[in-house]
């Protein structure tokens, strides 16, 4: 395990090396994707936790008792 654990922190610094020679931009760009990565990931993780099925079921039924009180609106994200 330790040394699976060890080739990927050495490909990550390696890829922290090459990313470093890139343009300004390109690096830029580069963490971006990482850090889309590893939150894309983290939510996963956290969906597939048990407990949020029983949460988001959850909101998803208060919303709809809400809606068949007539309390909720037609809109969209816009006006967020």
């Known amino acids: 395990m330790a040394t699976d654990q060890f080739n990927a922190a050495d490909q990550l610094k390696a890829a922290y090396e ?3 020679e ?5 690096q830029a760009m580069i963490a971006k ?8 990931q983290v939510w996963r ?3 597939n936790e048990p407990q949020s099925h029983k949460a988001l079921r ?3 039924d208060e919303a709809w008792e809400e809606d068949a ?3 909720t609106e037609e809109g969209g994200f816009d006006g967020l």
């Open 18 to 20: 090459a990313a470093r």
């Open 22 to 26: 890139r343009p300004e931009e390109d």
């Open 33 to 40: 994707q990482i850090m889309d990565a590893i939150a894309d």
């Open 45 to 47: 993780e956290l969906l």
């Open 58 to 60: 959850k909101l998803a």
């Open 69 to 71: 009180r007539g309390e």
